[in-house]
């Protein structure tokens, strides 16, 4: 793999916007007539969100990551996809460059809802 070129240089405010928190794959499901989107159910801590996520062909089974930690953007407006409403993204490496798509996960367990940063 060629690394892609880094992007635009950004602020240290512009990061901040981003609301990044880990939570726990309580549930992985089929979203009906979509090709790609499985739904997740994720536990937060002190809330459960549904957030969808493009994986389906990505991994022959994408169940497997029930029950795992992983990072999540929170404070995306929810998007109507499939007709089901996601609350949120998934953070998942590799897409983008054609690798194998891992998790983004903490190197331990955290308590739900903590903030990256």
Do not use: C, W
Request: charged share 25%; glycine share 10%; proline share 7%.
């Amino acid at each position: 793999m060629k690394p892609a070129p880094i992007k635009d240089t950004i602020t240290i405010d512009d990061l901040a916007k981003l609301d990044i928190r880990v939570g726990t794959i309580t549930a992985v499901g089929e979203v009906e007539g979509s090709q790609k989107l499985v739904e997740l159910s994720v536990d937060f801590g002190d809330h459960t969100r549904t957030i969808l996520a493009g994986m389906k062909q990505e991994r022959d089974n994408p169940g497997e990551i029930t029950g795992r930690q992983a990072l999540f953007v929170v404070n995306l407006a929810p998007r109507k996809m499939a007709g089901v409403l996601s609350e949120g993204m998934l953070f998942d490496l590799g897409y983008d460059d054609e690798v194998a798509p891992a998790l983004a996960v903490p190197e331990r367990p955290v308590p739900n809802g903590t903030r990256a940063g």
